[in-house]
């Protein structure tokens, strides 16, 4: 059963500071993954993808990958209340599909 | 630019009956895929379909069925329902079929209830 493994959270931050999301997953075959976010009754958006090993840099977010861990990350820089949502990790599977996990609650404290 | 459609976007059924769930994609894009999401859970995949034909498939059972029409638009059929179908169907299009080539974009869902 491939997985991908995330903290539940809730993960409080305070505004301004870095927030720090991780994610493992399990398929040492999986080429490329996702960060989207999802704020509580609405559907996933795209935030981050990253498909090399090292960081991949845009605006406020970064994503780190190191394959060789099986570890992805997302960092929030300058956290903004407006950033208060579920992250979700998504990696690239069989069959053109996206294995998700379960999601980190992010909360920014104003 | 168009965004994803999906209707209804709340519905509530009983055991056994059937539901049929629709999704009109973004401008452009030839491919849907239809996600299941529990509450506190992750998407789970169901199915994409790629210019009308089903080329990926999750681990769900046959009487979940799916079509996708000309204009890529597309269904998702459930037979026999059961209580733990209740969730969040999302379907989300995207330009070509390949998870690797770009971003999904999500349409609002639609909350089946089952009783």
């Known amino acids: 059963q491939k997985e991908v493994e995330q903290n539940s959270g809730p993960l409080s931050v305070p505004e301004g500071a870095i927030a720090s999301l991780n994610c493992t997953y399990s398929?040492?075959?999986?080429?490329?993954f996702f960060w989207y976010r999802q704020y509580s009754g609405k559907s996933p958006e795209l935030i981050m993808f990253?498909?090399s090993n090292g960081d991949k840099e845009d605006g406020r977010f970064t994503a780190q990958l190191n394959k060789a861990s099986q570890y992805v990350s997302l960092l929030i820089r300058d956290s903004q209340p407006s950033d208060s949502a579920t992250y979700l990790c998504?990696?690239?599977?069989?069959?053109?599909?996206?294995?998700w996990g379960a999601g980190t609650k992010l909360i920014i404290k104003p | 630019e168009t965004g994803v459609t999906q209707s209804p976007t709340h519905l509530i059924k009983t055991r056994g009956q059937q539901v049929t769930l629709r999704c009109s994609s973004q401008s452009g894009h030839n491919t849907v895929s239809w996600y299941q999401q529990a509450l506190g859970q992750g998407p789970q995949f169901i199915f994409q379909y790629y210019r009308e034909e089903e080329n990926g498939r999750g681990n769900f059972p046959p009487r979940f069925s799916g079509l996708q029409f000309p204009n890529y638009s597309s269904e998702l059929n459930v037979n026999a329902l059961e209580l733990d179908d209740s969730a969040l169907y999302l379907c989300?299009?995207?330009?070509?079929?390949?998870?690797?080539?770009?971003?999904?974009?999500f349409g609002e869902g639609s909350r089946l209830t089952v009783l």
């Open positions: 990253i498909y």
């Open positions: 398929d040492r075959g999986s080429q490329s």
């Open positions: 998504a990696v690239s599977g069989s069959n053109y599909q996206l294995i």
């Open positions: 989300a299009s995207s330009l070509e079929a390949g998870v690797n080539t770009g971003e999904l974009f």
